[in-house]
């Protein structure tokens, strides 16, 4: 049996649209990702996953320690509900949001907010200077991962933090040691250039060996920097983690020694854009079904909605993929629609109203963004349903 017709035969009792979950799938990647940590405890980034049920069964692996939430508002419904160590790995503006954590010395104790830079630090006291008692604020520094060559000229990774290079971050490290109320406990480099930049892509062999070799000379570099960087905030605070890296750059992460996690989450879902890696693969374990509901010409059908496109640089690799049956793509002057999904090529055929055409998203948590709830399919049967944070009400952007 093919994975459309085990797909197919273990949610027969369901109505598309829907989403599941392939568990064996997902296990398989949560053993991989361990494997390429080498050793290192992987921080799980709830953006990826969106769901806290799963949430709780990827922390109950062997290898898997603490989570990296995307806004405060997240992290402070996660500790309400059990959950430890978070780290908050984005700056927050969220005014009330912060009145609420210093004034929970619970949620205080679990919950690490990131800054770069003393704007925020400003921001943030200013935020709770009504708060009584206020309990002590756990930060972490966030710093530039970017690589930067040819006097500033080029540049690869996310804009993120202001902070390069050790003078900055240790001019930061102490001014935090001089507020009363807050401590500095860890520190966060995101290389996205490295672990969010597929280095097999299909635009050419050519673009392949630019990536690699950016990649390559990135990775040298942030090596030495971030070494330094580390050194000399240790000189100002007592550091409990130093987390770096994603699930495309983990293997390189973890060989520096002033790494002391790494983060992963979309590994565990393999969505469309991690397909574009030659140092790893996996298995692709989110997907969502569409019904066809028209077949308006020869070779063309129609599914109800699929306009779920992922966030980034705006083009055709944020569309989902039609994955099962394969052989279908998008009319290229519709791609993928609010309410209908027009899908060409030969394998179209063969569909008839009813049937499903399964998709992959091209990023990892998004896909929960549009779902209530994932439907857990283990063994050819649906073992179990569980709700995504839309399914608990909650959305945190």
């Known amino acids: ?126 935020a709770v200077a009504e708060v009584h008692p206020h309990h002590e604020i756990r930060l972490c520094i966030d710093i530039d991962a970017g690589f930067v060559a040819f006097g500033g000229k080029f540049r690869a990774g996310a804009l993120r933090s202001p902070l390069r290079d050790a003078d900055q971050a240790a001019a930061l490290a102490a001014d935090i040691a001089k507020r009363p109320g807050y401590r500095l406990v860890g520190l966060l480099a995101y290389e996205a250039q490295i672990a969010g930049v597929g280095d097999a892509p299909r635009t050419g062999a050519a673009r392949a060996r630019v990536i690699r070799l950016m990649q390559a000379l990135s990775a040298r570099e942030l090596m030495v920097r971030r070494g330094r960087i580390v050194n000399a905030v240790r000189q100002v605070a007592d550091l409990e983690f130093v987390n770096g890296g994603g699930t495309g750059s983990i293997e390189r992460t973890v060989r520096e020694k002033a790494v002391t996690e790494v983060a992963a989450g979309s590994g565990l879902f393999h969505p469309r854009l991690f397909d574009f890696y030659s140092r790893f693969t996996g298995r692709p374990a989110a997907l969502f079904a569409l019904p066809v509901v028209r077949r308006p010409s020869p070779g063309a059908v129609t599914v109800l909605g699929g306009g779920y496109l992922a966030s980034g640089a705006a083009g055709p690799s944020r569309l989902p993929q039609p994955y099962l049956p394969a052989g279908l793509r998008y009319a290229p002057d519709e791609g993928a629609g609010e309410v209908q999904t027009p899908l060409l090529g030969r394998t179209a055929e063969d569909l008839r109203i009813g049937d499903r055409v399964w998709f992959r998203h091209a990023k990892a948590g998004e896909l929960c963004e549009r779902f209530d709830t994932l439907h857990l399919v283990e063994s050819g049967t649906v073992t179990d349903s569980v709700p995504t944070y839309r399914g608990e009400s909650r959305t945190f952007l």
Not at 15 to 22: K, T
Not at 74 to 85: N, Y
Request: hydrophobic share 50%; glycine share 6%.
């Open 1 to 126: 049996m093919d994975d459309r017709q085990r797909y197919d035969r273990a949610t027969a009792a369901l109505e598309p649209p829907f989403a599941i979950l392939d568990l064996e799938a997902f296990h398989a990647n949560a053993a991989a990702l361990v494997r390429r940590a080498a050793g290192k405890p992987i921080r799980v980034a709830t953006k990826s996953i969106r769901s806290r049920p799963l949430l709780e069964r990827v922390l109950a692996l062997d290898g898997f320690q603490g989570l990296m939430a995307f806004t405060l508002p997240e992290a402070l419904w996660l500790a309400e509900r059990g959950f430890g160590d978070i780290l908050v790995a984005y700056p927050t503006a969220d005014r009330e949001a912060l009145a609420a954590l210093a004034g929970n010395a619970e949620a205080a104790g679990r919950i690490t907010l990131t800054v770069d830079s003393t704007e925020q630090l400003a921001f943030m006291e200013h």
